[in-house]
């Protein structure tokens, strides 16, 4: 069975600052696909950065980038230049089965951002 | 625009009182799922779909049916709704071909009385 532990429950950052949120996981799957998702106060949820566990290469998105240790199965978000919407829920999600063959997704219990002005 | 819909969007209503709340999406996804998110748990899925009349149950399934006759609706139904049945829940339509993204809904605050 997949966990996975965000064990920061909330952080808070200055405003253009850096911050890293941690996420670790544990899967007996060797392909699968890991997502970062933003929860704000509307409560939609929307997908930050995707990483495949095969690709070596970090994925990167604008400001935001992760840090994949797939041997110590570790998923960390950092954000660049933190900007007051920032602020919001944040959820780590690993998913097995990268053909399409496991659709389910296990979230981590979230991590509240605070971007102090 | 491709989206996923979810009815109603706030729903109270008392135990016991049979409730569906319907899921849409417009994207021909063949997989969808269902979540509730509480505070300090996260997201657990209740029961996710692979295709149509093809359900199956996720982490939280008690309590919850599903249906699955047409490829773009996954209603979640609620035979005797109960307080801890309180939630905040969502759908999700999910992309096999690209990544398995999900696509969630707005989601659905219900209380149960």
């Known amino acids: 069975a997949q966990t996975v532990t965000q064990s920061q429950p909330e952080m808070s950052v200055q405003e253009a600052e850096t911050v890293t949120l941690s996420c670790t996981y544990d899967?007996?799957?060797?392909?699968?696909?890991l997502f970062w998702y933003k929860q704000p106060p509307s409560r939609q949820m929307i997908l930050v950065i995707r990483?495949?566990?095969?690709?070596?290469q970090n994925a990167t998105e604008n400001r935001f980038s992760v840090n994949f240790q797939k041997a110590a199965k570790s998923f960390s978000l950092k954000i660049s230049d933190s900007q007051l919407g920032d602020a919001a829920m944040y959820f780590c999600?690993?998913?097995?089965?990268?053909?399409?063959?496991?659709?389910?997704?296990?979230f981590g219990k979230g991590m509240k951002l605070t971007v102090n002005p | 625009e491709a989206q996923v819909t979810q009815n109603p969007r706030y729903l109270i209503t008392v135990t016991g009182k049979k409730l569906t709340v319907t899921c849409s999406q417009n994207?021909?996804?063949?997989?969808m799922s269902w979540y509730r998110q509480d505070p300090g748990l996260g997201l657990r899925q209740i029961y996710y779909?692979?295709?149509?009349?093809?359900?199956d149950k996720g982490d939280v399934p008690e309590g919850y049916k599903v249906s699955r006759k047409e490829k773009r609706n996954f209603p979640l139904i609620l035979e005797s709704p109960s307080p801890n049945q309180t939630s905040l829940y969502f759908c999700?339509?999910?992309?096999?071909?690209?990544?398995?993204?999900?696509?969630f809904g707005p989601g659905t605050r219900l209380t149960v009385l």
């Open positions: 779909s692979m295709n149509v009349e093809v359900t």
């Open positions: 999600a690993p998913l097995a089965g990268s053909q399409g063959g496991s659709e389910k997704l296990v």
């Open positions: 999700a339509s999910i992309d096999s071909g690209s990544y398995n993204e999900q696509f």
């Open positions: 990483q495949e566990a095969y690709k070596q």
């Open positions: 899967t007996s799957e060797s392909d699968y696909y």
């Open positions: 994207m021909n996804h063949e997989y």
